[in-house]
């Protein structure tokens, strides 16, 4: 009993906190109607967030990561990312296809996964993007999706970390808590 008055007090709090300070969200960048060419080349991995620690934890291990973009087709997106994870350098590729009826991108092998792509307003970083992913529960009694993560990219590697502190701050406010940030030590790997 008092445990159900406890969390339904709190949600009330929430709710009239974000109808008094509501949190800020970036421009959704719809991937069927966007210019393509002002996102292709290179991007520098900045920050991840979640509402769960499994979502991501695979960022743990990174000390940096950065990609290119390029089009191979109208429909067509080539990610080529470079990880450092230790004294190892990973290169993987990721395919994404565009399509006319649809705002994200789907991702090669993953065809229930969402890739939405915001502005880099959310971080105060026009020379940033923001990858959010999104999977389905993997029940139907599931209440809420498997995978839900934001991802920062910026253009620069030295990028200001206000801009990951904004990142941070913004997610949090939607209750997305759970934060990687690579320390960025080694050299990049090519």
Known sequence: MWLEVWTFFLSLSRFLYNS?????YGELLAANTI?????????YFKAAVSHRE????MFRSLDNLWFTMEKITNDTLLLT???RIADDCVKQTWTYRIHPDRDDMEVEGKP???????????????ECIILQEIEPPLSPTD??????????????NDVSPDVVRTFLENAA????????????????CT
């Open 20 to 24: 008094i300070v509501p949190c800020t």
């Open 35 to 43: 210019d393509h060419q002002q996102y292709l080349g290179k991007w």
């Open 54 to 57: 499994d979502d991501i934890r």
């Open 81 to 83: 990312g470079h990880s």
């Open 112 to 126: 229930k996964r969402r890739n939405l792509l915001w502005s880099g307003k959310w971080a105060n970083c026009p």
């Open 143 to 156: 209440s809420e999706d498997s995978l839900a993560r934001f991802m920062l990219y910026a253009r620069q």
């Open 173 to 188: 406010c939607d209750d997305m808590k759970e934060s990687v940030t690579p320390p960025q030590e080694k050299e990049f």
